[in-house]
């Protein structure tokens, strides 16, 4: 019984994980200079749009941050969190799922920037064309989390510092989500 409910859990994460990515990034490229029509742009949108279409009609936008979008991120996590309780056997505890959606949203979201920036650092050493589609979104993910690392000292090195900066500052923002869940932060996604 432990292999398999392992598996189905593993599943399940990955399965609202990838939808998750999806979502992520279509509440953050309309924060950043990535082109509309950029290709992974289009697919974020064309993918979304029936959830969020619908729901921005309810829940309207601040200026260029979607709320339907935090909601439905919001949700997926929520519905997460209720699979993965049932699977292990807990009791499904309003303040449990609530608080776990909850931080859930800012450590996915926090993560997701993680990864970003470390994907952004490792990709500028093979100096890639930054009119690929993929890079473009990358680096138009990347930018804005790096900009205040970059008036950090030491400054005039041959190589930028920012990357690591970053990565350290969302690693502790990781560890402190860690520490306020305490127990419960077994239900988060593996980052």
Known sequence: MGFF???????IQVAFGLVLLVFALRLLLPLTRVRFNNPVCQFVYKATNPVIGPLS?????????????????????????VLLLL??????RADWIL?????GVVHFLVGLAFWVVLFAAVA?????????????????????????????PPRGLPFDLSPLYATVA???????????????YRFMLPL
Do not use: K
């Open 170 to 184: 969302l690693r502790l923002i990781l560890l402190a989500l860690q520490h306020l869940l305490g127990p419960l």
């Open 99 to 103: 608080l776990i959606s909850s931080v």
């Open 5 to 11: 409910r392992d598996a189905a859990l593993l599943l």
């Open 124 to 152: 500028s050493f093979f100096s890639p064309d930054r009119r690929n589609p993929a890079v473009e979104a990358l680096y138009g993910l990347a930018d804005p989390l790096l900009q205040p690392f970059r008036r950090l």
């Open 57 to 81: 009609q309810v829940v309207r936008a601040l200026r260029q941050f979607s709320l339907a979008t935090l909601l439905a991120i919001w949700l997926i996590l929520l519905l997460e969190v």
């Open 87 to 92: 699977i292990l056997g807990y009791p499904l």
